[in-house]
């Protein structure tokens, strides 16, 4: 399972649109929309006292809470964000 930051999809839809083909590709995998829930929830306080500056940084860490409760890989254009978090797997879409 792959989970989208929305650098990824912004990307596939505007300017040179770098990430549109390998959004295709996992479009047509039949990916969904998953919820966030209080696992997530739960995950996301876990990393917010886990990294060094999370002020700021909620959206990214729900993010990164999804995709670990998920078990999921993380595809972002913006690694440095996500780079400090645990357990996450994190990569820019090939």
Do not use: C
Request: glycine share 6%; aromatic share 6%; proline share 5%.
């Amino acid at each position: 399972m792959i989970l989208l930051d929305m650098s990824v999809v912004i990307d596939s839809f505007t300017g040179a649109r770098h990430s549109a083909r390998a959004l295709w590709r996992v479009v047509e995998k039949g990916e969904r929309v998953v919820p966030f829930g209080p696992e997530e929830a739960s995950i996301a306080a876990e990393l917010y006292r886990a990294v060094q500056r999370p002020r700021g940084r909620e959206i990214d860490l729900a993010i990164a809470a999804a995709a670990i409760a998920l078990d999921a890989e993380l595809w972002t254009l913006n690694l440095g964000d996500f780079r400090d978090i645990p357990r996450l797997r994190v990569s820019a879409p090939a």
